[in-house]
Nanobody, 125 residues
C-alpha cells in the first residue's frame, strides 16, 4: 500500500487548509485511511479517519466541528479540510493506511501499516 500526502503550508489562526492523501495498492475494500498530527516534540496522535467499506468517519475531540474528512473513491484520495485552525494545530500531518478495520486502534499509530512522508502545517500570525 502506498500513501502520499499533499497540501499543508502556513496559515494564520482562524484560517483553513486542505490536505490530500492519494492511496493505492489495497488488497481488499476493508481498510481505513487515517490522518495523524505530530506537534514539535510530541507524540504522533490520531486526528481523523475514514473507513472505506462503510464510509464511517471518526474525529478526535480536539478537531470535532473544525476538521472534516472526505474521500473520492474514483480517484482514491482522502482529504482533510481543516477550518478555524489554531496555533496548537501546528506540526507535521501524516496520512496512513490500516489493513482491515480495527475499531479499538483507529487513533493509534501502531494500528496502521503504511505511512506517507508527512506535510508541514504551520498556524501562526
Amino acid at each position: 500500500v502506498q500513501v502520499v500526502e499533499s497540501g499543508g503550508g502556513l496559515v494564520q489562526p482562524g484560517g483553513s487548509l486542505r490536505l490530500s492523501c492519494a492511496h493505492s495498492g489495497h488488497a481488499s475494500d476493508y481498510y481505513v485511511i487515517g490522518w495523524f498530527h505530530q506537534a514539535p516534540g510530541k507524540e504522533r496522535k490520531g486526528v481523523s479517519c475514514i473507513s472505506n467499506h462503510d464510509d464511517m468517519r471518526y474525529y478526535a475531540d480536539s478537531v470535532k466541528g473544525r476538521f472534516a474528512i472526505s474521500r473520492d473513491k474514483a480517484n482514491m484520495t482522502v482529504s482533510l479540510q481543516m477550518n478555524n485552525l489554531k496555533p496548537e494545530d501546528t506540526g507535521v500531518y501524516y496520512c496512513a493506511a490500516m489493513r482491515g478495520v480495527l475499531l479499538l486502534r483507529l487513533f493509534e499509530p501502531s494500528g496502521y501499516e503504511s505511512w506517507g512522508q508527512g506535510v508541514q502545517v504551520t498556524v501562526s500570525s
